[in-house]
């Protein structure tokens, strides 16, 4: 077995993980990041919702109920996570617009607007109400948008039809990459003679030069342009994530892809390793302080068993809900599901709660009580805690 | 004003079982169903074509009928059954007086058993629960219940008979206290049709009294609740039977690339309030692991609960209630027709058929037995193979289904309900239960303009409901983080609902 040491073992690649690893690695930390797999931040909008239940996502945060993770992070730290992050991300070549005071209003695929705070600036031209007339490009083939769901609640809005060639979100991505098929696509768009307001796209719009090209095609037809954000496969969210990764390798960080945790070496009350399977040979990799960012259930942080539910990595205590019967209301839309609160306890250095480890803080969607869908806090409350956590790691390791 | 001799009501397998008997004895007949076929009891079954071993010991008749029609279907309707065979296994603790029972019943019916050791059955089927003592051998099959009533359905479609699905009858037209017509709401578009005919059939199983009722008839039914748990695997290629007496849990039955477990028996009253209990899924998860250990740990994708309509009986339990059916004749020009199995809906189609030409005073036989279900290359399902050469435009990947298959739908029966789309074409039928492939569906049904923009709208919403009334009780493990994503796609990424 092979012994690797680190001041900070992260667990977990989403955006909580790689904000605090970055973090943590642009300090001066040897700081190694586990994964699995891809984080589910790929199949997000891209989008960082703080708190989407107030105009003004501060003002939300304050109203959110009193057992929220939020409110175990200063308003001055949540500031500098955004203000952080909007800064790396400007750096990264894939800026973010919006500010922490104000939520901005993001076009779905429905036609609905989604409520966030920091969006990827491809969605900046999106009108903020429903007088802007739009014109919508979709794709031949393209399975998973169908200008027809904006159609039902726009009656302004039109759209024409663009044979790319290719059918997948993935593969019209990356032609747009090629300059010879972004130059023929405008000449093509330029013919259509568009007279709305302005014109939408399903995010297709480049893989890593989407700015770029929402621009170009902005400045050659004279009016703004934006993306709408699709079902997974999501081309912000995978913009977000390489960003993000690309980030946390340049500050010095190592990254152990497609390394799944398999045990955890204990003693007294600190973790000395984990070990993670690979071809090959079982490692173990040793750390001063771990940083638990591995999700909520989709994320694989937890695991729903018929009877319980079980934290994947240490097995920690989680607070559930209550039996599987109050897992789930039994209206779809409720939002209130009671699965939503499920996940882990922490003080108010984010360690476990109830716990005896003292190395381990944890941050992220695998909180207890966040309610993400209900509060529209998922990137933002991600980004907040990676901060907190980061800074409890590097007192505890002075 | 439709005119016609015979309307039968209700679309299940007894429905279209009567529709092909008629069909193919030359009498005019209209059928009417109020959802789509086989949305009640036929749909919510195990899909289990039994060999009559289940019930050789309670209902000695009932296995007769059940293992007669078992060779007649096989004979039949090829396409649309599975000969999988089935064993029933003996597992410590299960009785051996129950085993004699069984054999000497088996062989009193005229049953063909193999008695095998718990060796022969575990090379038969690997994942059976290796302690099992013995396992007994029937001619159990495999049935698919949606395929069989559109086989059925078929033949008389080809000899000029009416049909309307997602018709809700309203209203039994009577004149001088005979049943001279019915009265049906387009449940799309509100508006009403009326059908005259000199016979109507009460085919609609557990909705027969409320029918029934509209006359001013009544049928006594006693109406037992099952409840069923779908896996995410085929555990077995063999139907598996639990050698005891009929209780909760003991078949598991191999349907396509997934298995059936159940069932559970509660009394209900209304068949259109029916929910699941946690503890029926726990029961049945459970008492399926016992045979199949793997249960205890696969997928489960979805439950789902079926009405089964017995006739009324003193017996308390439900279990032991005849499956054996009844045609009354309500005197008026109406017959109900109730009680009875899948198994068997062929047998009771000809037997009602039979009570209609009677009282027509025609005399032809019934060739239903004989003849092989029309259209059965064309609706023989979608092979994996033709599939896969459709991949490029794959709209439902869990079962691989096509957009040119979805198109190919839409064109042929001019649906307007993305319900019809998913029967016929399995789409949204594998693990993510349609989170995905519906959105998509109901894009190209707006494409090809067959709904409003806004149509599309309510129907997402409404399968979203109806989805998830499916799978909330198969809710942990990964079909719980399916789950998780799904919601976060519809409420997360799209927007589709504001929290109050």
């Known amino acids: 077995m092979s012994v690797t040491e680190y001041d900070v073992i992260i667990l977990g690649a989403g955006v909580a993980g790689l904000t605090a690893g970055a973090f943590l690695a642009g300090r001066g930390f040897k700081v190694a990041l586990v994964t699995s797999g891809e984080p589910t931040a790929c199949l997000s909008t891209g989008c960082i919702d703080v708190c989407s239940r107030n105009n003004n996502p501060l003002a939300g945060i304050k109203a959110l109920p009193a057992e929220h993770p939020f409110h175990l992070v200063p308003e001055k730290t949540i500031r500098e996570s955004l203000d952080n992050f909007q800064a790396v991300m400007t750096y990264m070549g894939i800026p973010y617009t919006g500010a922490a005071e104000e939520n901005r209003l993001v076009l779905s695929a429905l036609g609905t607007f989604k409520t966030s705070c920091l969006v990827p600036s491809t969605m900046k031209a999106v009108p903020q109400d429903t007088k802007d007339s739009i014109h919508i490009i979709t794709f031949a083939g393209l399975k998973d948008f169908y200008p027809s769901y904006i ?3 726009r009656k302004n809005a039109k759209f024409s039809v663009y044979d790319a060639g290719v059918s997948s979100t993935m593969g019209i991505a990356s032609h747009f990459e090629e300059k010879e098929f972004l130059e023929s696509f405008i000449d093509w ?34 009016k703004p342009v934006f993306e709408i954000p699709t079902i997974p496969p999501s081309m912000p969210g995978r913009r977000l994530f390489n960003a993000l990764k690309d980030y946390f390798r340049k500050k010095g960080g190592d990254i152990y892809w497609e390394w799944p945790v398999i045990g955890v070496e204990k003693s007294g009350k600190i973790i000395e390793a984990v070990m993670t399977a690979s071809t090959g040979r079982p490692n173990s990799i040793n750390g001063k302080a771990f940083i638990l960012a591995t999700g909520s259930f989709v994320g694989g942080g937890l695991t ?4 319980s539910i079980t934290e994947n990595i240490f097995n920690l205590p989680v607070h559930s809900p209550g039996p599987r019967e109050t897992w789930f209301e039994n209206d779809y839309f409720s939002f209130n599901h009671g699965i939503g609160r499920a996940g882990i306890k922490v003080d108010s250095s984010l360690r476990p709660a109830e716990s005896p480890w003292e190395n381990i803080f944890v941050c992220g969607g695998i909180l207890a009580d966040t309610e993400i869908l209900k509060n529209g806090c998922g990137h933002g409350l991600a980004l907040a805690t990676a901060h907190m956590a980061a800074q409890s790691c590097m007192e505890h390791i002075r | 004003m439709i005119k016609t001799d015979v309307i039968i009501i209700g679309g299940g397998a007894t429905g279209c079982g009567i529709a092909r008997d008629l069909a193919l004895r030359g009498i005019p007949h209209c059928l009417i169903e ?19 071993g289940r019930y050789v010991v309670t209902d000695p008749i009932a296995a007769k009928e059940c293992y007669d029609e078992n060779l007649i279907l096989r004979m039949i309707g090829e396409k649309c059954v599975e000969q999988t065979g089935g064993l029933f296994v003996r597992l410590p603790g299960d009785s051996k007086r129950f085993r004699e029972l069984f054999l000497r019943g088996c062989e009193d019916v005229g049953i063909p058993t193999e008695v095998i050791s718990s060796t022969k059955a575990l090379d038969l089927v690997p994942n059976l629960n290796p302690e099992l003592e013995e396992a007994i051998k029937v001619p159990d099959c495999s049935i698919d219940p949606f ?15 009416i049909i309307f699905t997602r018709h809700k009858v309203t209203e039994i037209v009577q004149s001088h206290g005979r049943c001279i017509g019915i009265k049906a709401t387009d449940q799309a578009t509100g508006e009403i049709r009326e059908i005259r005919g000199n016979i109507i059939v009460n085919a609609t199983g557990a909705w027969a009294n409320m029918i029934a009722s509209l006359a001013g008839c009544e049928v006594p039914m006693t109406l037992s609740k099952g409840s069923l748990v779908i896996t995410n695997h085929r555990l077995t290629n063999m139907v598996i039977n639990r050698l005891r007496p009929p209780s909760d849990g003991d078949i598991i039955v191999p349907n396509e690339a997934v298995c059936l477990a159940g069932t559970t028996s509660l009394a209900v009253e209304n068949p259109d309030k029916i929910g699941i209990e946690s503890t029926e899924v726990d029961t049945i998860i459970s008492e399926a692991g016992r045979m199949i250990p793997h249960f205890n740990h696969t997928r489960i994708i979805r439950a789902f609960s079926g009405v089964r309509p017995l006739l009324k009986s003193k017996k308390m339990d439900a279990h032991e209630i005849s499956r054996g059916f009844q045609i009354i004749d309500h005197g008026n020009g109406m017959y109900s027709i109730a009680g009875g199995k899948l198994t068997t809906f062929r047998l009771m189609a000809e037997k009602m058929v039979d009570a209609i030409m009677a009282s027509f005073k025609l005399k032809r036989a019934c060739e239903t037995a004989e003849i092989p279900l029309d259209g059965q290359e064309e609706l023989s399902g979608y092979p994996l193979s033709k599939r896969l050469t459709d991949m490029k435009d794959i709209v439902c990947e869990c079962e691989l289904v096509s957009r040119k298959e979805v198109e190919r739908i839409i064109n042929q029966t001019g649906t307007r309900n993305v319900g019809d789309i998913q029967h016929r074409t399995r789409l949204g ?15 190209i049904m707006n494409d090809m303009s067959v709904i409003s923009p806004e149509q599309s709208m309510d129907m997402l919403r409404g399968f979203l409901q109806r989805r998830f009334r499916g799978i909330r009780y198969a809710l942990w493990g990964d079909q719980l983080r399916e789950e998780q994503l799904v919601e976060y796609i519809y409420l997360g990424i799209l927007a589709m609902e504001k929290p109050q």
Request: proline share 2%; net charge positive; glycine share 16%.
């Open chain 1, 151 to 153: 159609l039902s609640r």
């Open chain 1, 189 to 222: 768009l330029k013919g259509q003679n568009i007279v709305e307001d302005k014109i939408a796209f399903p995010a297709v719009l480049g893989l890593e030069s989407a700015d770029e090209i929402v621009q170009t095609i902005a400045a050659h037809i004279g």
């Open chain 1, 304 to 307: 729903a068993g018929r009877d």
């Open chain 2, 34 to 52: 109020k959802g789509d076929f086989a949305a009640g009891a036929t749909g919510a079954c195990h899909g289990l074509l039994h060999s009559g």
């Open chain 2, 147 to 161: 395929r069989l009533c559109m086989l059925n359905i078929r033949t008389s479609q080809l000899r000029d008979g």
């Open chain 2, 429 to 443: 039928m594998g693990p993510c239960q349609g989170g995905f492939c519906t959105f998509r569906a109901l894009g």
